[in-house]
T-cell receptor
């Protein structure tokens, strides 16, 4: 019963470094999402993918890129990390409205 | 642009008391979710509300949806310490493509005092 798996769970980057956050789901869901959560705030949508091969910008896409590698995997890339990207990142998938969205456990990223 | 507003943002209540958290949203939608988040954890789904007038109950929590008023409520009955957490509402809309997406409120941080 893995659901949505995110790696890594924690990461510290220096300003300017790059990294890729990985997300995989085993529920055969079509739609996948990347959100960020800053202290005292709700989640904000970075990018989403309605299906394999498609991606779209969300509310806060600047500084990020995504890849929907296949139906299971949706990665988020920071090309040149900035301190403003310090946040907790959640991946989610959705296969139908009755069951809603399933969230991963999150990646806590600090950029120094 | 969809706006989702929760109030209150902070709620401190005594055990055994009742209270309601409100979630207002600015665009037509008939799908709304409530989540619970404990510190340092992910989001746990509490309720999925899929139509006007929907009411769901689980233990001491009851959620309702009024799509005409664009309002959802999360009612807490006889609060206990274990309910201390942050509660989020999230509104589900269809984007310009075909994917649905969630827009979250800022959350209500609930503390239940003995």
């Amino acid at each position: 019963n893995a659901g949505v798996t995110q790696t890594p769970k924690f990461q510290v980057l220096k300003t300017g470094q790059s990294m890729t956050l990985q997300c995989a789901q085993d529920m055969n869901h079509n739609s996948m999402y990347w959100y960020r959560q800053d202290p005292g705030m709700g989640l904000r949508l970075i990018y989403y993918s309605a299906s394999e091969g498609t991606t779209d910008k969300g509310e806060v896409p600047n500084g990020y890129n995504v890849s929907r590698l296949n139906k299971r995997e949706f990665s988020l890339r920071l090309e040149s990390a900035a301190p403003s990207q310090t946040s907790v990142y959640f991946c989610a998938s959705m296969g139908g409205t009755v069951y809603g969205y399933t969230f991963g456990s999150g990646t806590r990223l600090t950029v120094v | 642009e969809l706006k989702v507003e929760q109030n209150p943002l902070f709620l401190s209540m005594q055990e055994g008391k009742n209270y309601t958290i409100y979630c207002n949203y600015s665009t037509t939608s008939d799908r709304l979710y409530w989540y619970r988040q404990d510190p340092g954890k992910s989001l746990e789904s509490l309720f999925v509300l899929l139509s006007n007038g929907a009411v769901k109950q689980e233990g001491r929590l009851m959620a309702s949806l009024d799509t005409k008023a664009r309002l959802s409520t999360l009612h807490i009955t006889a609060a206990v310490h274990d309910l201390s957490a942050t509660y989020f509402c999230a509104v589900d809309i269809t984007s310009s493509g075909s994917a649905r997406q969630l827009t979250f409120g800022s959350g209500t941080q609930l503390t239940v005092l003995p």
